[in-house]
């Protein structure tokens, strides 16, 4: 059955995984496929996390095929206690390995498309898709990168820095993020800290991103 859903995924690069546990109870083995220009260590390393976790073994070893096909192949082994385990829906766990694929950069663009249509995302989205820094990626959920990237492209029309100051949900009730974004040389630190504290706050702390 494994062999005949392989060959049947061709060509189509999309996101599988096969589970073949051991009659003894000892291991799972998995093979997982993803498409071949979205994979890096930091996926594999992901899925065997997922995997680990879900059968509640070791991700014991893993090996990856890259070929000529549009899909990576990832092998990995799982080790288990005989008798202890755990039963796993194996379509739910697929899921789950869709999402750990999914990258920063794959949600934006996707957000882009929804709030502004195919044409226009698809612009937005060759402009800013690899425009933001790693440590702003991590530091910043993509819908925060929608409301940014609307502030920019509001600069080139008003000439002057775009500002916002919002509430993050995460904390706590009196603190309060101010966003500044803009084109050219950046805020001198020194010169808009005395502006803010006359308007009655304490700056607790600043992360420039380019």
Same mark, same amino acid.
């Given at each position: 059955a494994h062999a005949t859903a392989i060959l049947? @995924? !061709?060509e189509r690069q999309r996101t599988r995984l096969f589970v073949r546990r051991d009659a003894y109870g000892r291991y799972i083995t998995c093979l997982v496929y993803v498409? %071949?220009?979205?994979? !890096? &260590?930091?996926? %594999?390393e992901r899925f065997q996390r997922i995997l680990a976790e879900a059968y509640g !073994? &070791? /991700? /014991?070893?893993?090996s990856v095929s890259l070929s000529e096909s549009p899909l990576a192949r990832i092998f990995i082994v799982v080790r288990t206690r005989p008798g202890h385990v755990q039963e796993?829906?194996?379509?739910? @766990?697929? /899921?789950r390995i869709v999402t750990a694929m999914r990258r920063w950069e794959d949600d934006l663009h996707a957000l882009l498309i929804a709030q502004h249509g195919e044409a226009r995302g698809n612009e937005l989205n060759a402009r800013y898709g690899k425009a933001f820094p790693v440590g702003y990626r991590e530091d910043n959920p993509v819908a925060t990168a929608l409301l940014d990237i609307a502030t920019i492209e509001a600069l080139g029309a008003s000439g002057g820095?775009?500002?916002s100051l919002y509430h993050p949900l995460a904390s706590g009730p009196r603190v309060l %993020?101010? %966003?500044l974004c803009r084109a050219g040389t950046p805020i001198v630190l020194s010169d808009a800290l005395p502006i803010l504290e006359n308007l009655g706050v304490r700056l607790l702390d600043d992360q420039p991103y380019e």
């Open positions: 049947q @995924l !061709g498409p %071949r220009d979205k994979y !890096g &260590t930091g996926q %594999r !073994g &070791t /991700a /014991a070893e893993s796993v829906d194996v379509r739910e @766990l697929e /899921a820095p775009g500002m %993020r101010f %966003r």
